[in-house]
């Protein structure tokens, strides 16, 4: 297919001539309704983690993801806590979160799906590290570094960084193991997101969380935003993770329900 560059961008995985004919469906549907290179997806298949389709330029390369580290962050506080977790208030800004006005008193299935930064702070600043390192070998995650703070341990600034395909495959291993402890809470919080959060974005019947990291392209966009979306919720079938640039997250999830519905319209996903 000499014409495969140009019509559905780069990267494109798997390679056409080798992907079954829903997969090529998958990769065209994608490629031709979001030419647009400030935009890099990954839908993989929730069953094995195969990637069905990309446009991901070295999906491998560890970057910042943003929020879509504090489930994992607040996991590795309920080792240690009898996955007991907190009720915090979220004041504003003093309190380093992002609304300007703040959550108020919000609890963790609350604060995943408004990935609110005062309540991962208050979890993150009481993560004991062999918890957190051990929660990042049950998921296939690298740790972050050694003595990083607790906003790193939130993804906020560029310490903590995670391949893409890292990410998005950890994630399907979460809604995996959703009758452990503590990951009820979070996927809660997820479909909440999908309904009425930040990831209300990306539609209905999926786990939604999303992200904002700052940008490492060479073009340097103010910050790059994330969303991963895993559905249906019944049964994940399909996750779907989305990077925009010069974007928040909760954009990105916009982006990613239109990718959704494109999928389901036209290449029967």
Not at 68 to 92: D, M, W
Not at 156 to 161: E, F, V
Request: proline fraction near 7%.
């Amino acid at each position: 297919m000499t014409t495969r560059r140009t019509v559905l961008g780069w990267a494109i995985a798997p390679l056409l001539r080798s992907a079954s004919l829903p997969e090529q469906s998958a990769a065209i549907v994608l490629g031709r309704s979001f030419p647009d290179p400030a935009i890099s997806y990954l839908f993989l298949d929730a069953a094995s983690g195969r990637v069905i389709c990309s446009r991901w330029i070295d999906p491998g390369k560890r970057i910042p993801v943003g929020s879509l580290v504090k489930p994992f962050t607040a996991l590795a506080y309920g080792e240690t806590r009898n996955f007991q977790f907190p009720t915090v208030v979220c004041k504003s800004e003093e309190s380093r979160c992002w609304l300007p006005q703040g959550h108020g008193r919000i609890d963790l299935k609350t604060a995943i799906a408004h990935s609110c930064n005062a309540y991962f702070l208050e979890l993150a600043a009481n993560v004991d590290r062999e918890a957190l390192d051990a929660v990042a070998r049950r998921f296939s995650l690298n740790s972050p570094d050694l003595g990083s703070g607790p906003a790193t341990l939130i993804g906020l600034g560029t310490m903590w960084r995670i391949s893409p395909l890292s990410i998005a495959q950890a994630y399907i291993e979460l809604t995996a193991r959703s009758a452990e402890p503590g990951v009820g809470t979070l996927l809660a919080g997820m479909a909440l997101s999908a309904k009425l959060g930040t990831g209300r974005g990306a539609g209905p019947g999926a786990y939604v969380k999303t992200g904002t990291a700052p940008c490492l392209d060479e073009l340097r966009h103010a910050g790059d935003g994330f969303a991963i979306a895993l559905y249906p919720t019944s049964a994940p079938r399909f996750a779907l993770l989305v990077r925009a640039h010069g974007v928040p997250g909760a954009q990105a999830a916009v982006v990613c329900g239109r990718m959704r519905r494109a999928l389901a319209s036209g290449a029967g996903w």
